[in-house]
Nanobody
Framework: VQLQASGGGLVQAGGSLRLSCAAS????????FNWYRQAPGKQREFVAG???????YYGDSVKGRFVISRDNAGNTMTLQMNSLKPEDTAVYYC????????????????WGQGTQVTVSS
């Protein structure tokens, strides 16, 4: 499974950005897709996740502002980020795993390259 993340950039506080993660390869075995982020000097943080049955999960810091979704084919996962804050600045990563959903990044064995999101105040 290969993951390709895109859509990062620079935005002012209060603005919006949309991240995408395109999956290819043997995605039929994948059940859960997550977004994580990592700011300089901080640990990697769970942002949002979605499973093949459509269940969604969010980190407390983004709940109510971010929305995760998948296309019908299951090839592309999207993270719509609204009401962005400077503290959302980080490198964002998409990740995937088989079987059950988890928030723990160490359980995810497929990772895309990071995409930088910078929110200016």
């Amino acid at each position: 499974v290969q993951l390709q993340a895109s859509g990062g950039g620079l935005v002012q506080a209060g603005g919006s950005l949309r991240l995408s993660c395109a999956a290819s390869g043997n995605i039929f075995s994948i059940n859960a897709f997550n977004w994580y982020r990592q700011a300089p000097g901080k640990q990697r943080e769970f942002v949002a996740g979605i499973t093949t049955d459509g269940s969604t999960y969010y980190g407390d810091s983004v709940k109510g502002r971010f929305v995760i979704s998948r296309d019908n084919a299951g090839n592309t996962m999207t993270l719509q980020m609204n009401s962005l804050k400077p503290e959302d600045t980080a490198v964002y990563y998409c990740a995937a795993k088989e079987y059950t959903f988890s928030r723990w990044s160490r359980e995810y064995n497929y990772w895309g390259q990071g995409t930088q999101v910078t929110v200016s105040s």
